[in-house]
């Protein structure tokens, strides 16, 4: 009876750090508030390249995060496109196939012939290739 | 009538000589202006061009990546 409670305290520790592993990951890799907000508000929308695009003329501000972003996103497709022995250009097409179907209602997204469109509940219009 | 047929000829030549030499600068001239209404009349496409920079990117290579970029997007979320 005595081990058991033993065995139930040590798994409810567990418990505890996966819960908050859980927890801790999606605080910490969340949008910054300033790039949040200029998504919504239109200014900067999803480009069928895997990159951010402005949709107006930028302030510097929204301009300096739109190129640091920018600049990890291509650090990361980098670092992808070696580990599956592709080209950072098709790699980041395929997370921008993905990027511009993930945009939530209101957001913009820039479709192959180069307009910027507002997402609405219905698909939005891809690239041919995109699975 | 000797004399005056020499100067007859005389003043022909000068006249031929004359003439070859506004020939002489006037061939370059010519020259250049043909030179110029020769030139290739290029006009702009009435179509706006458009540059893709996708050529290389095929459909199977985008579904083999499919699953390494949905990763990617979940794993690096702050960027996306």
Not at chain 1, 80 to 104: D, I, P, W
Request: hydrophobic share 40%.
């Amino acid at each position: 009876m005595f081990e058991h409670a033993k065995k139930n305290k040590t798994l409810a520790v567990i418990g505890a750090l996966v819960l908050t592993a859980v927890v801790a990951v999606p605080v910490m890799a969340q949008r910054d508030p300033a790039y949040e907000a200029a998504r919504s508000a239109g200014l900067i929308g999803e480009k069928p390249d895997g990159y951010l695009g402005y949709v107006t003329s930028p302030s510097p501000a929204v301009k300096a995060l739109v190129e640091d972003i920018n600049i990890k996103r291509k650090a990361a497709y980098t670092r992808k496109a070696q580990e599956t022995n592709s080209t950072v250009e098709q790699f980041a097409f395929t997370s921008g196939c993905n990027l511009v179907l993930r945009t939530v209602p209101g957001e913009k997204y820039q479709t192959p012939s180069g307009t910027w469109q507002t997402r609405d509940s219905s698909a939005p219009i891809r690239d041919s290739r995109c699975p | 009538m000797l004399y005056q047929t020499s100067q007859l000829t005389e003043q022909t030549f000068d006249a031929i000589r004359l003439k070859m030499r506004s020939l002489s600068t006037a061939g370059p001239i010519f020259g250049v202006l043909i030179g110029l209404s020769a030139c290739v009349q290029v006009s702009a496409p009435d179509k706006p061009i458009v540059i893709n920079l996708n050529i290389n990117i095929k459909q199977e290579v985008v579904y083999r990546l499919d699953g390494d970029a949905k990763s990617l997007i979940n794993e690096e979320a702050d960027i996306f």
